[in-house]
């Protein structure tokens, strides 16, 4: 049968049964119409769960006879019989350490050792070998350093993510390849625009695990092709995706919203990796997406059992650390609590605690917890695992106690030792904007003539450090920031920096929140000074004018 309407007919059967049958009544095919039936019983017989019907594919005569003859007939082979075979044979499972394997292996190493092996081959050799040896597979070297020899704009786009493949494979750190790597990162961004969604997410897997931070043009070109493949991305290709993002620093509007349009509709199909994966881009890079954080507390609702412990925490901590309560809260943290119960050994002890801290963040309290977390034994936990009782991990329990001192006057279990407990909170993420501060601290020495009247920067005997504070006897006067005696209000202001809110947002971050919630019950008058309300004020007097409506607003003749 002439080879085309072969193909032609194995393409249209959908059973290995059809095929065998098929098969059956030819007198006569060639190697690359053998391979080619091997390969598609391979599509036809193999899920994510393996090889469906094993007895009724590999003990079948038909597919022993092919084997039979692949096995004694390996030399005589055409390179594409031989290396399509391979990879038919891999995917069905036919053990790797029969003589039908080795044949066939031996005699892809002889004709990749004498130069035989085109770039297409080449690639096919490789992707056996990594699928049935893995990283320890020696030849794979051997294939890319035959590779380098070859010139990289003839290559297909599916052979040039083949050696990426290969050389994330091979490459260590500070090794030899490189020079490869720059001409297949330039020849790679001449084709990102025909780049399928698996090709643009292995790709992209590739630079990261070769650490291709030089890489930008392509980064951003892949990160910016990724946008139209993400509702056909699968689970795995998605986070591979949303990983490059993260380990690049890349950040694309356009990419948000694409996600924004996609999880809604997929949210319970998702893998609940994927969501973790999702919920953690937003967190990492400060976007405060509301129908994707109210999508994935829809989804944790419904089916919540699916998600893993890591899971859990990768989707809830966000909606702390961004500072967000969904429509959604009360039946999403009923949900929470509810696994929690069940499954609260199942967590690692440093999860559980991130975890729990972004519920206060967010004045949900997990008090039905905090006996156990507060336990001597917890604590030993915790300092026994990395980081273990470092300053963020002493940081969040503190401000645990404190929240419930605060705001869970309830409360009546064990307490937190002072020997865990830090003197103040280490804050990374809301750290002091220098240049805002010096703009308002111009601003009150106009506003209240002597620098003596205000103090930056004032560590309080509550763990929090206030940006700016003011004090003021019982008649409203202002008096030396360093004066003790006769303070009846102490006013804090908040110089809140963008840093401190969700990008390109008017919404606090979690942290800073629970800051100015805490100082407020500590006594303090807050008054927040934001960015966005300060950063287009022109001079002095404009910036004493604001501040004085803002902290003064029913006093006059404060030097205005």
């Known amino acids: 049968m002439d080879e085309q309407l072969f193909f032609k007919k194995l393409n249209s059967l959908c059973t290995s049964k059809e095929i065998f049958d098929f098969l059956s009544s030819l007198e006569v095919m060639s190697d690359t119409m053998a391979s080619g039936a091997l390969q598609r019983i391979s599509e036809v017989e193999v899920d994510d769960n393996g090889l469906k019907n094993p007895e009724g594919v590999l003990e079948n005569e038909v597919f022993r006879a092919l084997c039979f003859q692949f096995e004694f007939e390996s030399s005589k082979l055409s390179n594409t019989g031989l290396l399509n075979a391979l990879q038919a044979l891999i995917k069905l499972r036919v053990d790797p350490q029969s003589t039908l394997m080795a044949n066939l292996l031996s005699e892809g190493a002889e004709r990749l050792g004498k130069g035989q092996l085109t770039v297409k081959n080449l690639c096919a050799l490789g992707e056996s070998l990594l699928e049935l040896e893995g990283p320890s597979c020696a030849t794979l070297e051997q294939i890319v350093n035959r590779m380098q020899e070859i010139d990289v704009e003839k290559w297909s786009p599916r052979e040039m993510v083949m050696v990426y493949k290969m050389l994330q494979v091979i490459v260590k750190e500070g090794e030899k390849y490189q020079d490869l790597l720059n001409k297949l990162n330039s020849a790679a961004l001449n084709i990102v625009s025909h780049l ?91 976007i405060l997406s509301k129908p994707i954080f109210d999508a994935v507390a829809e989804g944790f609702i419904s089916d919540a059992d699916r998600f893993t412990t890591d899971e859990i925490a990768g989707c809830i901590i966000p909606f702390g650390t961004l500072n967000y309560v969904p429509p959604s809260a009360s039946s999403l943290f009923r949900k929470l609590e509810t696994v929690l119960h069940t499954h609260f050994s199942h967590f690692q002890p440093h999860t559980l605690l991130n975890l729990l801290h972004s519920c206060v963040l ?199």
């Open 196 to 286: 399928s969604p698996n090709f643009t997410s292995i790709i992209l897997n590739s630079l990261v695990g070769l650490r291709q931070t030089q890489a930008v043009p392509l980064v951003t070109a892949l990160c910016k092709h990724s946008v139209k493949h993400i509702p056909y991305f699968t689970g795995d290709e998605l986070v591979n995706v949303l990983e490059a993002f993260l380990y690049f620093g890349h950040r694309e509007e356009i990419f948000t919203e694409a996600l924004e349009t996609h999880v809604p509709k997929s949210i319970f199909s998702m893998h609940p990796q994927t969501v973790s994966k999702v919920m953690q881009y937003c967190c990492r890079k400060m």
């Open 362 to 560: 967010i004045q949900r309290y997990p008090v039905n917890f905090l006996p156990k977390i507060f336990s001597p034994y917890f604590l030993q936990q915790l300092q026994a695992q990395p980081p273990g009782l470092d300053r963020i991990v002493t940081s969040q329990l503190t401000q645990l106690f404190l929240t419930v001192t605060l705001e869970c006057p309830f409360y009546e279990g064990p307490k937190l030792l002072p020997k865990y407990q830090v003197k103040a909170f280490l804050t990374s993420r809301s750290s002091l904007d220098f240049h805002l501060l010096k703009m308002v601290k111009t601003g009150l020495l106009y506003l209240l003539k002597k620098r003596i009247y205000f103090a930056s920067e004032v560590s309080t005997p509550y763990f929090y450090t206030v940006d700016i504070e003011i004090k003021l006897d019982e008649e409203g006067f202002v008096l030396p920031a360093a004066q003790c005696e006769e303070v009846h209000r102490r006013i804090a202001l908040c110089v809140d920096g963008q840093n401190r809110f969700c990008f390109n947002s008017h919404n606090l971050l979690g942290e800073e929140a629970i800051k100015q919630r805490h100082l407020q019950l500590l006594g303090y008058e807050v008054v927040q000074i934001p960015f966005f309300e300060i950063e287009t004020l022109q001079n002095c007097r404009k910036m004493a004018e604001y501040l004085h409506k803002k902290i003064f607003p029913h006093t006059y003749g404060l030097g205005c």
